[in-house]
């Protein structure tokens, strides 16, 4: 007893120093395996959503598209009238030709509504069709069993009563219900004026301008160092013209200002062409570039 | 009428309400400053100047290079090779390889009554700009001298596109006097010498049978002062560069060292010890007049005179350590930055131990050596004792002196002990530390005005 105390506290006292040493490092050749190095270009968004529009397609892409099933239907014995029957089996390949050839126009606007567009468009007609699909294919097949034509008997008399329990019964619920579904899966409005790219383009502007910008920290007095100009831009983000806002000349004999204009146009020339969405040139075709300490950084 | 006085309003209101139209604003406050890339390629020329042109080309690169605010674009990157002086670049070819700047040079001969000299004309484009840049008012420039001189040529179109690119005062073309040492630690042989800026044409001044140390220019570029052990009896020297005279500055009775002249080169600085103390004098060289600046029993040396002549600053160790002084040329009290108004004003106060001040020839600032946790740094602190910066850190790091623009500081470095000291450069910034190369080991380099 009087040696296993000793013994005991010896014990305890490895052990806790053990985990005392070993604690920190549990775990960390997990975290260390598990950290990877990734690229990030840092892109900041704009305060508020607003991204590009969402277009109505469902309804004005598909009378756009029934053109081209009309010469497969041309090929095929003649069905002038009968629109109908072929509007339900068309569709299936128009919805696919559609999305694939809808998709490629939409990226080029921009991406984001594609993802919202194209789930919205498949689930449209696939309840529709199965619905009558459905009855015609078991059919012909219990037709042989007299007890499954029992049953099956049985069974259409049932839906038959629940059919005409559904006309005369008021439909009010479920025609609600089921505006209440169409409308959600109706390309929806989300927050935003959906004008405009996510992505700010004064963000992408200062992206770029900043790289070619030497700066005026190495002259004397650099917080009177301020330029400011109006650039006028083409659609490929070439320079049109750059004009002196502020001061609109160099001061005769002010060597630093002189420099500061020189190296803000040099800047703004050498940046070109700007990368920036085409599709939003209305925004950007004039851009006012203000470089010096005396203006905060966009968006900072 | 009417219609003219409807048409004119209307055009009126709408220069004062433009139609809204949709526009862009980016605001950067603060750039990336970064080195410029520029293109030189070798300038133009024929027959024998061929490789003098390829020559002062090279010495324009590597001055343009060694301030580390440049990249040369290489030649074989050159898109463009039919350049020529008289005829606008193709831009695009430059744009291409990035290039900000390009230089177009030519070398000739010309002999004016007889006597031949070498003419070499610089245009300097901005690439994005699509237009020449003006060198002094000028398109361009056109510097001629004897073929002997062709480097000071190249030092002079080096100063040129380095102000007209950065805004700075020139310096290429100027001269470094420093003191030139051989043989071993015991019998060491300290000799007076001078080079370019970039550490070519090195000359010896003095022949060695003497110890000389601390060597300044003048701002007239034609003297140099310095301290000499000649007779075993250390006194401040003056040494006529154009006929090679040395004299002796006074006659004073005791040690006189750590001269340097003021800044209209009519008098110098130096100090005077006596009996274990030493002081701050001036020496008109004019007059041959003596004044005494400080009276004080503690040691005062290293003096350095403000741009405007009014002020000098100085070490000394009359608050117990050595320290950092700056007081009125006429000895009159100023109002010191910490409080108070005194004849000299403390302006260093951190730990370790303050010497050799320089004051910048920009006024602002003023580089000092600095002893500290056993290590030599050189470091530069506003005249207000404000904004302390260290700018080098070594085994030993000692002597500071300004470059003629006041944007480099040279000093000397022994990396280790026994190493041997040599001369180095920092920018203001502490960056672009280099070495100046020098044949033999070198110590105390001094900057000359900028040439004429």
């Known amino acids: 007893m009087i040696r296993g105390i000793p013994a005991s506290l010896l014990l305890h006292a490895a052990v806790i120093g053990a985990g005392y040493i070993a604690w920190p490092y549990v775990g960390a050749d997990v975290l260390e395996e598990e950290f990877v190095v990734v690229p990030v270009d840092l892109v900041d968004l704009g305060e508020i959503t607003n991204v590009a529009p969402v277009r109505e397609q469902p309804e004005e892409v598909e009378p756009e598209e029934e053109p081209e099933p009309e010469p497969v239907e041309e090929e095929e014995p003649e069905d002038p009238v009968e629109e109908e029957p072929d509007e339900r089996d068309i569709p299936e390949d128009d919805i696919a030709t559609s999305s694939e050839q809808s998709a490629p126009e939409e990226t080029e606007d921009d991406v984001v509504p594609d993802l919202e567009q194209e789930p919205e468009e498949e689930p449209e007609p696939e309840p529709e069709e199965p619905e009558p699909e459905k009855p015609k294919a078991p059919n012909p097949t219990p037709k ?90 083409d659609a490929e983000g070439n320079l049109i013209d750059v004009e002196l806002v502020r001061p609109t000349r160099a001061p005769i004999g002010d060597r630093s200002m002189a420099l500061a204009i020189e190296r803000a146009l040099r800047a703004v020339r050498k940046c070109q062409p700007y990368r920036l969405p085409r599709d939003e040139y209305a925004e950007w075709k004039i851009m006012n570039v203000n470089l010096g300490s005396r203006f905060g950084d966009t968006g900072q | 009428m009417l219609k003219k006085l409807t048409a004119t309003l209307v055009a009126g209101l709408a220069m004062l309400f433009p139609v809204a139209q949709a526009e862009v604003t980016v605001n950067i406050s603060q750039g990336v400053l970064k080195p410029t890339p520029i293109a030189i390629p070798s300038f133009e020329a024929s027959g024998d100047n061929v490789q003098l042109a390829a020559d002062i080309t090279a010495v324009v690169q590597n001055d343009l290079l060694s301030t580390g605010l440049f990249t040369i674009t290489p030649q074989s990157a050159h898109i463009q090779r039919d350049l020529s002086i008289n005829a606008q670049p193709r831009f695009a070819d430059w744009k291409i390889i990035q290039t900000d700047a390009l230089v177009v040079g030519e070398v000739d001969t010309v002999t004016v009554e007889g006597v031949e000299f070498i003419r070499a004309s610089v245009r300097l484009w901005d690439v994005y700009g699509e237009e020449v840049m003006r060198l002094e008012g ?111 500055l006074g006659n004073f009775q005791n040690m006189t060292f750590a001269p340097r002249f003021s800044r209209d080169g009519q008098s110098v600085l130096l100090t005077q010890a006596n009996s274990g103390n030493s002081d701050i004098f001036i020496r008109d060289l004019v007059t041959q007049g003596t004044r005494r600046l400080t009276d004080h029993p503690a040691i005062d040396t290293s003096p ?147 040439l004429n």
């Open chain 2, 138 to 248: 000028q398109a361009g420039r056109r510097f001629t001298a004897k073929p002997e001189d062709w480097r000071r040529i190249a030092h002079k179109i080096a100063d040129a596109i380095y102000t007209r690119l950065t805004g700075e005062d020139p310096y290429f073309d100027s001269r470094v006097v420093y003191i030139a040492e051989t043989g071993p630690k015991d019998a060491r042989v300290k000799r007076l010498a001078i080079m370019d800026s970039d550490g070519a044409n090195v000359k010896y001044l003095t022949s060695g049978t003497f110890t000389v140390l601390t060597p300044r220019f003048s701002p007239s570029n034609q003297q140099i002062t310095y301290m000499s052990y000649e007779n075993n009896r250390p006194r401040v020297y003056l040494f006529d560069i154009q006929n090679g005279r040395q004299e002796v």
């Open chain 1, 144 to 233: 042989r069993n007299p007890l499954d034509d029992f049953l099956n008997d049985a069974d259409s008399t049932f839906e038959s009563e629940r059919e005409t329990k559904r006309r005369t019964d008021p439909p009010k619920q479920e025609q609600t219900e089921i505006k209440d579904i169409t409308p959600a899966q109706e390309p929806r409005k989300g927050a935003g004026e959906r004008s405009a790219n996510t992505v700010r383009i004064e963000q992408m502007l200062y992206n770029q301008i900043l790289l070619c910008w030497d700066g005026v920290d190495d002259q004397p007095e650099p917080g009177r160092l301020n330029v400011q100009m109006r650039a006028q831009l």
């Open chain 2, 304 to 450: 350095s005179m403000s741009p405007d002549g009014r002020q000098i600053v100085f070490n000394s160790d009359r608050g117990g350590s050595p320290q950092l002084y700056i007081m009125n040329t006429d000895g009159t009290p100023l109002t010191c930055p910490s409080g108070g108004r005194d004849t000299a004003c403390r302006i260093t106060f951190g730990s370790g131990r303050y010497s050799t001040p320089v004051w910048s020839p920009r006024g602002d600032l003023i580089a000092f050596t600095k002893q500290t946790s056993g290590k030599f740094h050189i470091g530069v602190i506003g005249v207000d004792g404000e904004g302390e910066r260290l700018l080098t850190e070594a085994y030993l790091d000692e002597g500071p002196e300004w470059s003629p623009n006041g944007r480099v500081i040279t000093f000397f470095r022994e990396t280790s002990p026994g190493a041997g000291p040599k001369l180095w450069s920092v920018d203001l910034t502490g960056r672009n530390l280099r070495q100046i190369p020098t044949p033999t080991d070198a110590s105390d380099p001094a900057w000359s005005p900028l």
